[in-house]
C-alpha cells in the first residue's frame, strides 16, 4: 500500500503533468506574469462553469471576502453574521475593516450556519450575512436568501471549500455554490478541491454594477492606469497560478466525483458504529433522491470528509491514527467566539451549543482524489479497531 496522505497533490499532478507544465511553459515563453491571457482565459472559462457573469480573480481567499465587503460599501459598525464553527479568515476580514462580526452557531448535521440562530441575531445595524459552506456543502442558501431579501441584507457566499457543488432549490432547480448570493469568495489553495500550485482566489457576482467596483478594487483602485477611481488594493491572480487552475478545471467535476466515492466507501464502513456519526448530505436533492450521499448530483463535494467522535475519545483516536501512520486533521479545534482575538463580551456560551459539543468531537479523515480502495479498507479499519476497544 502507498504512503496515505491527508492531500496527494503529487499524485494528482502525475495525472495532469504534461497539461500544466505546458501551461506553465506557455506563461514563461510569453513573460505575461500580471493579469495575462491565461488569467483572461481562465476567468472566462470559470464564468461559463458556475453559470455566473462575473468572475474577478484575485491573489487568494481571504483577500477575495475583504474585497468582497469593500466592494458591498460596508461601513465601520456595520454588523456582519457569520458563523462561528469555521476558518478565522472569515471572521479576520470583517474585524480588519472594522465591522462588527456577530457569531452565531451552526447546524449538527452539516456544520453549516443555523437559520434560526440567524434570524435572532438580526438588528437594525445588520448589513450582511456570511454563509460558509464548510467541507464542501452549501448552507441552506433558499432560507438564507428569503431573510435576506426580508430584510434589506447582502448575503455573501464563503465558498473556499465548496467549489464545484450544487445546491438544489425545493423546486427541484440547482445552480452552483458561489452563484446564489449578491456576491461569493473563493480560495485556490493547493489543497482546495480546485487548488492552485500557490495563493489564490477569485469573487463571483451577478451585479454588473458591483463587478465593476470589485475590478477597480483588486487592481489599487484603478480602471486607467494611474487614475484611482475608488480605494484599492493589491490583489491579483498571477498568470502562472492561472494557468494551472486552468488546466485543472475541465477535471474538476471528475475530481469532486472521486471525493464522493471515497466518501461513501468510507461512510460504507463506518456509518453502523456505535460512536461515530459520519457526514450527512442534507439538502433538497437528498430528499429527491432518498440517499445520504447522492450518486446523482454534486450537492456535496468533500472538500473534507468529517466524522463525529460522541464517547470523548477523539484526541486518543488521533493519536491512535498517527501510531498507525494514518494522517487526519482537527478542524476546528476552538471556535472563534473563543479565539483571543475574536473573543467579545456579547458572546454568550449557551448561544453555541453545537459548535463548543464540535469542536470537541470533529476529525478529518485523508480525503484527496487519489485516495485508493486499499488505503480507504486500511483507514476505516483502524478507525473501527479504536472504537471497539480491545
Known amino acids: 500500500m502507498k504512503k496515505i496522505q491527508m492531500v496527494d497533490l503529487g ?118 450575512i456570511v ?61 482546495k478541491n480546485l487548488g492552485a500550485y500557490g495563493d489564490g482566489g477569485a469573487i463571483f457576482t451577478n451585479d454588473d454594477n458591483l463587478a465593476h467596483t470589485l475590478r477597480g478594487i483588486v487592481n489599487h483602485g484603478m480602471y486607467e492606469r494611474y487614475h484611482h477611481d475608488v480605494v484599492g488594493v493589491n490583489s491579483r491572480l498571477d498568470s502562472i497560478q492561472a494557468a494551472v487552475l486552468r488546466a485543472k478545471l475541465p477535471k474538476l467535476d471528475g475530481y469532486c466525483n472521486a471525493r464522493r466515492d471515497a466518501a461513501r466507501r468510507y461512510s460504507a464502513a ?26 446523482t448530483c454534486n450537492c456535496h463535494v468533500f472538500h473534507q470528509y468529517t466524522l463525529r467522535v460522541t464517547n470523548g475519545k477523539r484526541d486518543a483516536l488521533v493519536k491512535h491514527l498517527g501510531e498507525n501512520d494514518i494522517p487526519c486533521g482537527v478542524y476546528y479545534p476552538i471556535p472563534l467566539h473563543r479565539q483571543k482575538a475574536y473573543a467579545d463580551d456579547r458572546y454568550d456560551e449557551a448561544d453555541f451549543p453545537v459548535t463548543n459539543q464540535l469542536v470537541k468531537e470533529v476529525i478529518s479523515l485523508p480525503m484527496h482524489t487519489e485516495l485508493d480502495n486499499e488505503q480507504i479498507v486500511f483507514i476505516t479499519k483502524t478507525v473501527i479497531e479504536f472504537v471497539k476497544g480491545p
Do not use: W
Open 270 to 295: 463506518l456509518q453502523d458504529q456505535e460512536h461515530i456519526i459520519v457526514p450527512k448530505t442534507v439538502n433538497y436533492c437528498a430528499e429527491l433522491c432518498d440517499e445520504n450521499i447522492c450518486d
Open 131 to 191: 454563509p460558509v459552506h464548510l467541507f464542501g456543502q452549501c448552507a441552506d442558501m433558499e432560507a438564507l436568501m428569503a431573510l435576506a431579501k426580508k430584510h434589506g441584507l447582502f448575503v455573501i457566499e464563503d465558498n473556499a471549500q465548496a467549489i464545484g457543488a450544487d445546491y438544489t432549490f425545493k423546486d427541484g432547480s440547482t445552480r452552483k455554490a458561489g452563484s446564489i448570493g449578491h456576491v461569493a469568495a473563493t480560495s485556490f489553495f493547493p489543497s
Open 11 to 128: 499524485g494528482q499532478y502525475e495525472g495532469i503533468k504534461e497539461q500544466v507544465n505546458l501551461a506553465i511553459a506557455e506563461v514563461m515563453e510569453t513573460s505575461a506574469f500580471i493579469n495575462g491571457p491565461e488569467v483572461q482565459t481562465f476567468q472566462t472559462q470559470l464564468e461559463d462553469y458556475l453559470s455566473v457573469k462575473h468572475v474577478i480573480p484575485c491573489a487568494n481567499g481571504t483577500d477575495a471576502l475583504q474585497i468582497a465587503m469593500m466592494g458591498l460599501g460596508l461601513q465601520p459598525g456595520d454588523e456582519v453574521i457569520t458563523a462561528d464553527f469555521t476558518f478565522a479568515a472569515t471572521v479576520e476580514v470583517i474585524a480588519l475593516l472594522r465591522l462588527t462580526p456577530v457569531l452565531v452557531d451552526v447546524d449538527s448535521d452539516t456544520f453549516n450556519i443555523d437559520i434560526e440562530a440567524v434570524k435572532k441575531a438580526i438588528t437594525p445595524k445588520t448589513k450582511a
